[in-house]
């Protein structure tokens, strides 16, 4: 029986969906139920091939889809822009990526099956808005994970804003994510309080354009945040991802069950 098969016995009845977040270390994947956002079983990772052309990328998310004999829709994140199908900015991954037609590429990779390709930030921000921290919560929600960058998602009560990339937006002459991601924390050897205290100005300037009703932060750093959040002086209440490494799985899986197309 394949793990597909498992899955859907395991869980009559359920609403399953399938997601490939692809990074720049690793491409994992899995079976999502739809209606709770928890992974069906275990998820399955490869390493992201190198160097991480489109073609050799495309052929570890066919690998991973494969393990599960997965025959349905796949939905599949990418660390970059994606607008009118085509891959505009390439983060932690080969630059040929730039210019190339995503839904092509993976549908040819996957036998021609329907497929969604979207921005890691943005799926991880569906995600989290449904069955993490922003579950029940009505309006703007903006997501922020904070690593290496900073990668931004933006929800209207529910829905996805694609693309927003504010980790970029210039905040006193600098970019946000020059100014507060947890890299530049560990650069700069900045205590929690320290670090809450320049994350709170970047907090304030989104504040400032788009009054959210909730920020939800992820990335490694957000496992520690109780000794940081206390520390926050903005307005808006910020709270934890939950989802953690399964975000991105279950976000593709929700765009492709909802036929986003970027």
Request: hydrophobic share 40%; charged share 20%.
């Amino acid at each position: 029986m394949t793990d597909a098969e498992v899955a859907s016995t395991a869980h009559p009845g359920a609403n399953l969906g399938f997601g490939v977040d692809v990074g720049g270390s690793g491409i994992k994947g899995g079976v999502v139920d739809l209606d709770t956002g928890l992974l069906v079983g275990d998820r399955f990772k490869v390493l992201t091939p190198q160097p991480s052309t489109p073609d050799a990328v495309a052929g570890g998310v066919a690998e991973v889809v494969d393990h599960f004999e997965w025959t349905g829709p796949v939905g599949i994140t990418l660390p970059g822009v994606i607008t009118d199908s085509t891959m505009r900015t390439a983060a932690n991954i080969d630059k040929g990526w730039i210019g190339t037609d995503v839904y092509e590429l993976f549908s040819s990779a996957l036998s021609g099956r329907t497929v969604s390709v979207l921005n890691d930030a943005d799926a991880a921000g569906m995600a989290e808005d449904r069955h993490g921290g922003g579950a029940g919560v009505d309006g703007v929600v903006m997501l922020l994970t904070l690593g290496t960058g900073i990668g931004t998602a933006i929800l209207i009560d529910g829905t996805l804003v694609p693309n927003t990339e504010l980790g970029h937006m210039i905040i006193d002459g600098k970019e946000a994510e020059h100014r507060a991601s947890s890299k530049v924390k560990e650069d700069k050897g900045w205590s929690y309080e320290k670090w809450a205290h320049k994350l709170s100005h970047v907090l304030e300037a989104y504040e400032a354009l788009l009054w959210p009703k909730l920020f939800i932060v992820g990335g490694g750093i957000s496992r520690k945040s109780d000794k940081w959040i206390p520390h926050l002086t903005n307005k808006t209440p910020v709270v934890p991802a939950t989802l953690l490494n399964t975000a991105g799985i279950v976000g593709a899986a929700m765009a492709v069950d909802a036929g986003l197309r970027t």
